[in-house]
């Protein structure tokens, strides 16, 4: 067996949400990678010590501390993993950065333009290989539904429709609710999401025009973020995106949506039925053969771990995934599939999307590091 490479992580604010399926990730990313670069959960970080150490206990992470900087300027650390709310992502990836880790930070990338373009400055100048966490088109079924339209299964995209629906901010949703605390809406929360998916499968959007909703459903509600909105996008292509989002949607907990219609044929996908991509081809005559096919994603399709379908996938394939690629390209030296830059790349659509439903009309992404 050849000799792996241990590469130790740090993960800064691992007992919330996200530390909690990172944590899980990292260790099944040191089981599924087949590159030699294996991920050791070294140390976890947490705004407060005892936090840290129930993290650490709860999660398999060696040590806790309270003090991210001190983490990052060891040399023992191979790799930092961020996933505080978004707000602190610049200053934590910045410092990393320049200290020559390698870098996962988790969507959306930043909320503010100048953090984003510090990030794209530092992320050019860096050593360390980046990711940003679009976990979503790491599904196998999402993957095989890229390469049907890469591979002109469908001809060309004339429109692709893309919807992200939760119920979530019918409950307390935390810090996502206000600016200052590093909310940014469901138009860059979840909407980022279904902006990685649309470039991932039809392209680079060149202009949106969108409105944002924000529902007071009490007198107490003091959210200054949107809840949620709608809209069109013309893809660089020509092609014609309509977007759907929203965290007001009752019944609806993670109900990710897309149906693309090509000039050959279509292609949906939800992924409350992950494991299937419906699949229309026009026979050779042009006629219509009846509709959708239901495929189940075959067994050894990139993306599925077991070698039977339709054993089921979840939510922490697609991150460990994500990781896997990450590691590959630590070891080969290539991007990751989503890197920093790609993650600036989305947040520039989604800061169109927010000028747009302020000024009421079509904006074209400003990109960051131009
Ligand atoms: N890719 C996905 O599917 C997905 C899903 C959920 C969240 N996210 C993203 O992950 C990030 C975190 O979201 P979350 O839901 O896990 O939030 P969370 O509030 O559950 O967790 C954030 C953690 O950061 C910690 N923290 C705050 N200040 C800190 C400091 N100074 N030092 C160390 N730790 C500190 C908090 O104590 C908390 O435990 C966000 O960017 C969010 O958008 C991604």
Same mark, same amino acid.
């Given at each position: 067996?050849?000799?792996?490479?241990?590469?130790?992580?740090?993960?800064?604010?691992?007992?919330?949400?996200?530390?909690?399926?990172?944590?899980?990730?990292?260790?099944?990313?040191? *089981?599924?990678?087949?590159?030699?670069?294996?991920?050791?959960?070294?140390?976890?970080?947490?705004?407060?010590?005892?936090?840290?150490?129930?993290?650490?206990?709860?999660?398999?992470?060696?040590?806790?501390? &309270?003090?991210?900087?001190?983490?990052?300027?060891?040399?023992?650390?191979?790799?930092?993993?961020?996933?505080?709310?978004?707000?602190?992502?610049?200053?934590?990836?910045?410092?990393?950065?320049?200290?020559?880790?390698?870098?996962?930070?988790?969507?959306?990338?930043?909320?503010?333009?100048?953090?984003?373009?510090?990030?794209?400055?530092?992320?050019?100048?860096?050593?360390?290989?980046?990711?940003?966490?679009?976990?979503?088109?790491?599904?196998?079924?999402?993957?095989?539904?890229?390469?049907?339209?890469?591979?002109?299964?469908?001809? &060309?995209?004339?429109?692709?429709?893309?919807?992200?629906?939760?119920?979530?901010?019918?409950?307390?949703?935390?810090?996502?609710?206000?600016?200052?605390?590093?909310?940014?809406?469901?138009?860059?929360?979840?909407?980022?999401?279904?902006?990685?998916?649309?470039?991932?499968?039809?392209?680079?959007?060149?202009?949106?025009?969108?409105?944002?909703?924000?529902?007071?459903?009490?007198?107490? &509600?003091?959210?200054?973020?949107?809840?949620?909105?709608?809209? *069109?996008?013309?893809?660089?292509?020509?092609?014609?995106?309509?977007?759907?989002?929203?965290?007001?949607?009752?019944?609806?907990?993670?109900?990710?949506?897309?149906?693309?219609?090509?000039?050959?044929?279509?292609?949906?996908?939800?992924?409350?039925?992950?494991?299937?991509?419906?699949?229309?081809?026009?026979?050779?005559?042009?006629?219509?053969?009846?509709?959708?096919?239901?495929?189940?994603?075959?067994?050894?399709?990139?993306?599925?771990?077991?070698?039977?379908?339709?054993?089921?996938?979840?939510?922490?394939?697609?991150?460990?995934?994500?990781?896997?690629?990450?590691?590959?390209?630590?070891?080969?030296?290539?991007?990751?599939?989503?890197?920093?830059?790609?993650?600036?790349?989305?947040?520039?659509?989604?800061?169109?999307?927010?000028?747009?439903?302020?000024?009421?009309?079509?904006?074209?992404?400003?990109?960051?590091?131009?």
């Amino acid at each position: 067996m050849a000799d792996s490479q241990e590469l130790k992580v740090a993960i800064i604010g691992g007992a919330g949400f996200m530390g909690s399926a990172h944590s899980k990730s990292w260790a099944l990313a040191a *089981l599924q990678t087949p590159t030699d670069a294996k991920p050791v959960k070294a140390v976890v970080v947490e705004r407060d010590l005892d936090l840290a150490l129930a993290t650490a206990e709860k999660f398999g992470w060696a040590e806790a501390a &309270d003090d991210w900087k001190a983490i990052v300027d060891r040399d023992d650390i191979d790799i930092i993993d961020v996933v505080t709310p978004p707000h602190m992502h610049a200053d934590i990836v910045c410092y990393a950065l320049e200290r020559g880790k390698h870098v996962f930070c988790e969507k959306p990338i930043a909320n503010a333009r100048e953090d984003v373009e510090r990030i794209v400055t530092a992320a050019r100048a860096a050593s360390g290989v980046t990711a940003i966490g679009f976990n979503y088109r790491h599904n196998a079924s999402i993957q095989y539904a890229a390469h049907l339209v890469a591979s002109g299964a469908i001809g &060309d995209v004339i429109q692709a429709r893309f919807e992200y629906h939760q119920d979530d901010a019918f409950s307390d949703m935390g810090w996502r609710r206000y600016k200052a605390r590093g909310g940014s809406g469901a138009s860059s929360d979840i909407g980022s999401h279904i902006l990685d998916l649309a470039h991932y499968l039809v392209g680079d959007i060149a202009e949106v025009n969108a409105s944002l909703t924000t529902v007071k459903l009490t007198d107490d &509600d003091d959210s200054d973020v949107d809840d949620g909105g709608a809209f *069109l996008a013309h893809f660089d292509t020509g092609a014609l995106g309509i977007f759907s989002f929203s965290q007001k949607s009752h019944g609806n907990f993670a109900h990710i949506r897309f149906e693309i219609d090509g000039t050959e044929g279509g292609i949906g996908f939800d992924w409350n039925q992950r494991d299937v991509v419906r699949v229309f081809r026009k026979a050779a005559d042009g006629r219509s053969q009846g509709g959708f096919v239901a495929t189940p994603v075959a067994a050894g399709a990139p993306g599925v771990w077991f070698g039977s379908s339709s054993l089921g996938s979840g939510y922490l394939e697609p991150s460990t995934n994500l990781m896997v690629d990450f590691l590959g390209a630590i070891e080969g030296g290539d991007r990751p599939q989503g890197d920093l830059e790609h993650g600036a790349r989305i947040q520039s659509v989604v800061d169109a999307v927010w000028k747009s439903a302020e000024t009421r009309s079509w904006v074209a992404p400003e990109p960051f590091g131009a």
